[in-house]
Nanobody, 122 residues
Framework: VQLQASGGGLVQPGGSLRLSCAAS????????VAWFRQAPGKEREFVAV????????IYADSVKGRFTISRDNAKNTAYLQMNSLQPEDTAVYYC????????????????WGQGTLVTVSS
């Protein structure tokens, strides 16, 4: 599975963005998909994950109520809708797949996209 993240950009505080994670390969529909982010000088941190059948979703406390993860298996694509963005959300956002069940750790994923930069600034 190859992953391609897109949709990042510059947005003002309080604004919204939707990130996309496009995957190649038919196996995508069998795996959970997660989003992580990494701010300058900080470690990569978990943002959200969605199960292969969309039943399971987990969010980091810092984004709960503001971000929504979703997926369209027919399009081999996952999404991260980000609302009420704040400067502390500024980071490179990565999508990941093929979890070993340790959903909130970066080491728990076998496939990674290249990242897309989100900058929240006035």
């Amino acid at each position: 599975v190859q992953l391609q993240a897109s949709g990042g950009g510059l947005v003002q505080p309080g604004g919204s963005l939707r990130l996309s994670c496009a995957a190649s390969g038919r196996a995508f529909k069998n795996y959970s998909v997660a989003w992580f982010r990494q701010a300058p000088g900080k470690e990569r941190e978990f943002v959200a994950v969605i199960g292969w059948n969309k039943i399971m979703t987990i969010y980091a406390d810092s984004v709960k109520g503001r971000f929504t993860i979703s997926r369209d298996n027919a399009k081999n694509t996952a999404y991260l809708q980000m609302n009420s963005l704040q400067p502390e959300d500024t980071a490179v956002y990565y999508c990941a797949s093929q979890s070993n069940g340790d959903y909130q750790r970066a080491t728990g994923y076998g496939y990674w996209g290249q990242g897309t930069l989100v900058t929240v600034s006035s």
